[in-house]
């Protein structure tokens, strides 16, 4: 067997515009999802059944099946009704799919973080919350003031754990058209037929991208839970 | 002594509190009224309820009988389904609790803000005192517990002793009408719980007015102007603290007072 490094030098230019795609795909679904993720996972930790339903259901479903299936349904699915494909607020997005993508990718992951912000409310010690409400804090300055910036902090690690899952995830959208990281790799081995090589050198980019965001979250986790450091 | 001389209201009055947990039944109508200035100590063995009893006093629980007013200002109450009451009108439970201090057994700081950003937290944002302002004040207040040196420290890193004042600190920084203790120093290790009774003691001194929940004997007894003994959710004594300590009418207050000299 022959192992061609020529190939993988030629092709580096493409791979890395594909690597870039990959980046943006999960560092905007990343903040997309924690953007939809919060009122989910507050909805979802409420003590009220009736505004715990919503929240239940769009977990339930985002969750309980795959993404790639979510991903079909956006692209696909969506052009199905005339209403959109007729939209001109919707369809120049909901056609293109880089949108698609996005969609499913912030929906599906805003479930997961959904979860792990309901967690991490729920782990926030009672005896903190009841020090606030005896000083006379309102509701919405507990979740502000205390309750989020608590979460948010105890849910960091599982978050970063997210977005590495999403990044993994990320290489479905290349069944949509999308030339990321996957998509592209598939289309430089369809003209060189060197599959190994390419496939090992995408291997190379995803283990250099999902180090890199381990290292940033590492930091963002010391910086923001310096209260921690040396604690007795 | 405390005589109806006053034309002020009480600082804080409580009548007929009932509280239940399901079918238990820990509060059958416990009654007080604290005048200004007025330190009272409540006493009782585990489990008597003095914990619950205060924590009604500012809606942490939501007791199922009785009325509650704060310098004459009767709380407002509505009942729920399970028929317990709760606060009908939350600006003003949030303003009346502002005005109570509590200081609670395991202190309860927040551990992602600095010594000084747990002081002027409800300031700010409750009181809308200006940020310069309230700084101010919570190194004055910090200083007067004795931990000035702390303020940029995290709750984390002090020890149990220093936590507590920081967190009376808070509890001050809100000038609050009435203070309440629920056994401030339970949960500190012995060396540090004399640090903490200075602090309440200097309070007492200054003319605070505070319910002192308490296992501290010698100390409720210096520090107290009253004192009552609760048992199995009323008040089975209650007095001054030389009565009370040495002359108990009841027997069950008697034989607590042996067992705690
Ligand atoms: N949230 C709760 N749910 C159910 N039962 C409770 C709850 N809180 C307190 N109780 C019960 O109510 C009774 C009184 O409790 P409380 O904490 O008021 O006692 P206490 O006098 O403060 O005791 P201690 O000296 O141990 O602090 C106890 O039997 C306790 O088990
Ligand atoms: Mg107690």
Not at chain 1, 120 to 138: D, K, N, T
Request: proline share 5%.
């Amino acid at each position: 067997m022959s192992f061609d490094t020529g190939v993988i030098l030629d092709n580096f230019p493409k791979l890395l515009t594909g690597a870039v795609l990959t980046v943006q795909l999960v560092a905007l679904s990343g903040l997309g999802g924690l953007a939809l993720a919060f009122p989910i996972g507050i909805a979802r930790s409420s003590r009220r059944p009736w505004v715990r339903a919503l929240p239940w259901c769009y977990i339930f479903f985002f969750r309980g099946t795959p993404l790639l299936v979510q991903l079909f349904l956006v692209y696909y699915g969506l052009s199905q009704f005339s209403a959109i494909r007729h939209s001109e607020l919707l369809w120049p997005y909901l056609r293109d799919p880089y949108w698609c993508a996005l969609i499913a990718m912030s929906m599906n992951t805003a479930a997961y973080i959904a979860e792990i912000l309901r967690g991490a409310l729920q782990a926030v010690p009672r005896g903190e919350i009841e020090a606030a409400i005896a000083v006379g804090m309102s509701k919405g300055q507990i979740l502000r003031r205390i309750l989020v910036p608590r979460a948010v902090r105890i849910g960091l690690p599982a978050y970063s754990n997210e977005v590495i899952l999403m990044l993994k995830g990320s290489a479905l959208a290349s069944t949509i058209t999308l030339l990321e990281l996957t998509g592209m790799a598939r289309t430089i081995i369809a003209e060189t037929y060197m599959p190994v090589e390419i496939f090992l050198a995408a291997g190379a980019c995803y283990l250099a991208i999902s180090f890199l965001m381990v290292r940033t979250f590492k930091l963002a986790e010391n910086i923001l839970n310096r209260h921690l450091r040396h604690a007795r | 002594m405390i005589t109806m001389t006053h034309t002020l209201p009480p600082a804080l009055q409580a009548d007929n509190i009932h509280k239940r947990f399901g079918s238990l039944e820990v509060l059958k109508g416990i009654s007080l009224t604290a005048h200004d200035g007025e330190v009272i100590s409540i006493l009782g063995s585990s489990g008597s309820g003095k914990s619950t009893f205060l924590r009604c006093l500012n809606l942490l629980e939501a007791p199922h009988e009785g009325r509650i007013a704060l310098g004459g200002e009767d709380f407002k109450l509505k009942r729920l389904k399970d028929g317990s009451l709760v606060s009908a009108d939350p600006r003003q439970i949030t303003r009346l609790r502002a005005s109570m201090g509590f200081v609670f057994q395991s202190f309860n700081l927040w551990p992602h803000m600095t010594i000084l950003e747990n002081v002027i937290e409800a300031p700010v944002m409750v009181r809308k005192t200006p940020r310069k302002q309230a700084v101010a004040e919570a190194e004055a207040l910090l200083e007067k517990v004795g931990i000035a040196d702390k303020r940029n420290a995290y709750p984390g890193h002090l020890s149990g002793g220093q936590q507590q004042r920081a967190a009376i600190a808070r509890t001050l920084a809100m000038q609050p009408r009435v203070l309440l203790f629920d056994e401030p120093t339970s949960a500190l290790d012995p060396e540090m719980v004399a640090e903490v009774l200075n602090v309440i003691n200097g309070l007492a001194e200054e003319g605070r007015t505070m319910l002192l929940v308490t296992h501290e004997m010698r100390f409720a007894r210096n520090v107290s102007t009253r004192v009552l003994f609760l048992h199995d959710g009323r008040i089975e004594e209650e007095g001054t603290p030389d009565k009370v300590f040495d002359d108990p009418a009841s027997p069950r207050c008697r034989q607590f007072m042996a067992s705690h000299r």
